[in-house]
């Protein structure tokens, strides 16, 4: 094995290691070296400076050739600007409905506007209400766990939801709600144009494909939205409540197609590395 082949298994071997960190599968096999390159780079990361700027861009780091698109593709200065615009000029004081109301903060989304995923949810929790960003609380940890796996860091990928503002008690969204919201959301996909955009939860799937087929049915099965495609899967809340083997690897699953569609490394699989 030369340098280069090594460094790639190697590499391959974290991911595994971080999957298997992630969704608690044994399906993969993990060598010694492999545990201390991880421990070695979890090291680096924590000396490392914490600002935006230093993190790799999710750009940098994909392979896949590019798509052929029909609208040229703005710039990321341009991509940066519409998106602040939006969410200061409108979003940021919406009152367009209801939730409005009893909300804290909206929760616009965050994220590098360039990056190829963009993870949708359901909307707003408690702790997201808060601190006016998403998926802080519990889910969200988890949720950070599974981009970690995808050899990601949360700041390579974009995040937002149906809708921007918190429905009381975590009830889930009206559907006069999501109708309001979701003109925002589809403006912030259009900007961004990612190349794959993975829908967490039954709400988001049913509203992004307009349809009331259930999860079941859809997860783990590639879909459209305008031409981008879409991977249906859990939402990382409900993989908290049903914590089970079939749940968690239905996620994997989901998620390493999702990998593959955009160029990133599979991580290595048990018996052949
Ligand atoms: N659940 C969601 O659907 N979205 C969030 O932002 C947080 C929790
Ligand atoms: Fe406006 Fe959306 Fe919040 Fe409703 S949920 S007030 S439409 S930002």
Same mark, same amino acid.
């Given at each position: 094995m030369n340098v280069a082949d090594n460094s790639k298994a190697h590499a391959r071997a974290r991911l595994a290691l971080r999957a298997e960190r992630a969704f608690g599968l044994d399906s993969v096999?993990?060598?010694?070296?492999?545990?201390?390159?991880?421990?070695?780079?979890?090291?680096?990361?924590?000396? /490392?400076?914490?600002?935006?700027?230093? &993190?790799?861009?999710?750009?940098d780091l994909f392979a896949a050739p590019p798509v052929t698109i029909s609208l040229p593709?703005?710039?990321?200065?341009e991509k940066v600007s519409l998106l602040k615009?939006?969410?200061e000029n409108e979003v940021r004081d919406c009152p367009k409905c209801r939730l409005c109301e009893t909300r804290t903060n909206t929760v616009f989304g965050e994220g590098d506007p360039d990056s190829k995923i963009m993870f949708i949810g359901e909307g707003p929790g408690e702790n997201e209400d808060l601190q006016g960003r998403p998926f802080v609380g519990r889910a969200g940890e988890l949720l950070n766990k599974w981009i970690t796996a995808m050899g990601l860091r949360r700041e390579q990928v974009f995040i937002a939801n149906i809708v921007k503002c918190r429905p009381p008690g975590n009830r889930e969204p009206a559907?006069?709600?999501? /109708?309001?919201?979701?003109?925002?959301? &589809?403006?912030?996909?259009?900007?961004?144009?990612?190349r794959v955009i993975v829908t967490l939860g039954r709400p988001s799937m049913q509203y992004m494909l307009q349809t009331k087929n259930s999860m079941g049915k859809m997860r783990g099965t590639w879909q459209d939205w305008r031409g981008v495609k879409l991977m249906p899967t859990y939402h990382p809340a409900y993989v908290l409540r049903s914590y089970t083997y079939e749940t968690r690897k239905a996620v994997w699953d989901d998620l390493q197609m999702v990998m593959k569609e955009v160029g990133l490394p599979l991580p290595a699989r048990k018996g052949k590395e």
């Open positions: 096999r993990i060598s010694e070296e492999s545990v201390q390159a991880e421990a070695k780079i979890t090291s680096m990361k924590t000396e /490392a400076s914490p600002e935006f700027s230093t &993190v790799p861009r999710a750009t593709v703005k710039s990321t200065s615009m939006m969410n559907p006069d709600e999501v /109708a309001t919201c979701t003109p925002y959301l &589809v403006r912030q996909i259009e900007i961004i144009h990612p």
